[in-house]
Structure formats: structure tokens, C-alpha cells
């Protein structure tokens, strides 16, 4: 019986635990306007609100209607991830921004240009709908973030990350 009862304790605490990633980043770009220094991300999973927290440095004002594209592919088997309910290969205004998510993004700058040169240290919810079981596979994710201004990649990062299903 006690087995049994650990058991199912265990899996009720556990299900409450939040889990953390800490995906090695990659960079992909020639130039460094952007140095993206950590990034954390937490409740990756379908059906719960994931944080992606980060920690970077902009090294030029950014003022040439700036923007930051997401790439998203399944690792195994390929295939691009379709942007659905600003989760994955999606693209989001740095100003000016009129979506819930694009505001989000720019409140460290208040949504407007030019972005100051600086620190930033800021984190982004985004939930995880249902649905995406039917775009991510098994949820091993490559991402590709782009930082584009005047339509110019100024900066390319990639990473792994892991969203269970």
C-alpha cells in the first residue's frame, strides 16, 4: 500500500513542480548588434503558460521599424512549425506593436523606437494551446530568433528546446 500512496504523492508534487531549460545558444549572424547572453525557459509544456526569461545586450539604438522572427522546426523529421497563437515560426513588430504579444515584447522599451542601447533583462508568457500537438511532433524543437532592422538581420541565434507533450 505504501508504494501505491508514494506513488501517487509523488505525482501529484511533481505535476505542481515547474521545470526549467537552459538551452546552449548558438549563434548564427556575422554581426552582433544583439548579444543574447542567457536565455530560461520554464513550463514548456502543452496546456500550461511557458516563461521565456533573457538576459542580453543591444549595442546600437535599433530604429529601422525592427522586428524579431521566430523560426521553429521539428528536429526529428524536419518541418517548419506554423505560427499559431504566437507560438512558433512567427514574426512580432519591436515598435509600434499592436498585438498582446508584441506589447509584451517591447515593454522594455515601451513599444517605441528607437530601442536604446543597453541591458536587458526581461521575461515573455506565451501559453501553450492544445493544438500544438498537432504542429511540434514530439516536442524536440530547433529555434532560430532573428533580430531584423530595416529588413536586415542584425543579429541570429539558434538553441534546442524541449516542450513535452
Known amino acids: 500500500m505504501f508504494p ?6 509523488f505525482s501529484i508534487v511533481s505535476t505542481g513542480i515547474a521545470s526549467t531549460q537552459t538551452p546552449n545558444i548558438t549563434s548564427c549572424s556575422a554581426t552582433h548588434v544583439v548579444v543574447i547572453d542567457d536565455v530560461t525557459i520554464t513550463d514548456a509544456a502543452v496546456g500550461k503558460t511557458m516563461i521565456i526569461s533573457y538576459v542580453g545586450q543591444l549595442t546600437q ?5 525592427p522586428s524579431l522572427r521566430f523560426t521553429m522546426t521539428r528536429n526529428a523529421g524536419g518541418g517548419q512549425v506554423p505560427c499559431i497563437n504566437d507560438l512558433g515560426s512567427c514574426q512580432f513588430d519591436l515598435c509600434g506593436g499592436t498585438s498582446d504579444r508584441e506589447r509584451e515584447i517591447g515593454a ?6 528607437p530601442i536604446p542601447a543597453g541591458s536587458y533583462d526581461t521575461s515573455v508568457s506565451l501559453k501553450i494551446p492544445y493544438l ?3 504542429f511540434i511532433g514530439n516536442g ?3 529555434v532560430k530568433m532573428e533580430i531584423i532592422n530595416g529588413g536586415t538581420p542584425v543579429e541570429c541565434v539558434e538553441m534546442n528546446v524541449q516542450v513535452k507533450i
Not at 501505491?4 to 504523492?9: E, K, W
Not at 522594455?108 to 523606437?113: A, G, L, Q, R, V
Open 4 to 9: 501505491f500512496t508514494a506513488a501517487i504523492l
Open 140 to 142: 524536440d524543437l530547433h
Open 132 to 134: 500544438a500537438v498537432f
Open 108 to 113: 522594455p522599451w515601451n513599444n517605441t523606437c
Open 61 to 65: 539604438a535599433l530604429n529601422d521599424s
